[in-house]
């Protein structure tokens, strides 16, 4: 039979391999973790200095305030816009990969080859191991039973009126109907 390729670097080499590879890889995530702090207490600064509120009289304090404020609702309102351009573009990328997923197909659907089964393995496959026997079909159906319609008879009308002419006829329509 055939046999698998031997590996060109043995097991020990790999694994050392792999576990130098893997402790780079997280001294780098390390380093970019602390570069993005940096960074972040960078902008931080630039944007905010830190206040000086020593020396400041009352309506200068009044008017710093007022200045924040119309700065923490300016950055509201830049902060809601972003959100909202971030749910509609979510919206936008959740409509687009459903448009992908049914122009691939809901799945690959293997090729698949006759087979033929009798009745008996079939229903060996479907219910277990709890049919030994071959099962009679026939057998098991169920038997209805036709009722017959009681038609009455057609016959000449002709005949039928001379009968029930006369008080006669009456009586035997009268009993017919009790």
């Known amino acids: 039979l055939s046999q698998k390729p031997k590996p060109k670097i043995s097991a020990s080499r790999r694994l050392f ?3 130098k590879l893997l ?3 997280m001294t780098m995530l390390e380093s970019e973790k602390q570069a993005r702090i940096a960074d972040k207490q960078k902008i931080l600064d630039e944007r905010h200095p830190t206040l000086q509120l020593s020396g400041l009289s009352m309506q200068e304090l009044q008017n710093l305030c007022k200045e924040i404020h119309q700065k923490i609702d300016r950055v509201d309102e830049e902060r809601y816009d972003i959100a909202s351009k971030v749910a509609i573009n979510e919206k936008e990328i959740q409509n687009l990969s459903q448009k992908v ?9 293997p090729n698949l080859r006759k087979v033929r089964v009798s009745a008996g393995a079939m229903l060996g496959a479907l219910l277990g191991a709890k049919v030994k026997e071959s099962v009679d079909f026939k057998a098991n159906l169920k038997t209805v039973k036709k009722e017959e319609e009681k038609k009455e008879e057609v016959t000449d009308w ?3 009126v001379d009968a029930m002419s006369g008080m006669e006829g009456r009586k035997k329509l009268f009993d017919a109907a009790q």
């Open 101 to 109: 997923f049914e122009l691939k197909g809901k799945m690959k659907r």
């Open 17 to 19: 391999l792999k576990t």
């Open 23 to 25: 402790k780079k890889a």
């Open 158 to 160: 002709r005949k039928n």
